[in-house]
């Protein structure tokens, strides 16, 4: 598993079933000494039929995140 700095929390891309259904979320951890843990959803009510799918897509969001963390998107 691949988690990413975004500064206060590490994130990582997830697939959460939820009745048969996936969807990609995108979890936030808190870093220590808080132990809070948070879930995303990617995209609002956007669900997959597979867990693959929903795996690439949270992924593809942490890293989008990441990259706009990095370039200054929570600088005001």
């Known amino acids: 598993m691949t988690e990413f700095d975004i500064g206060e929390f590490f994130i990582r891309g997830e697939a959460r079933e939820i ?3 996936f969807q990609a979320v995108i979890v936030m ?3 220590p000494p808080l132990t809070t843990v948070t879930y995303h959803q ?3 009510d956007r669900w997959f039929k597979t867990s693959d799918v929903a795996l690439i897509a949270a992924l593809e ?3 989008a995140l990441k990259l706009a963390v990095d ?3 929570l600088k005001s």
């Open 29 to 31: 951890r808190a870093k």
């Open 61 to 63: 969001s942490a890293k």
């Open 19 to 21: 009745d048969g259904e």
């Open 71 to 73: 370039e200054g998107a």
């Open 42 to 44: 990617v995209e609002k």
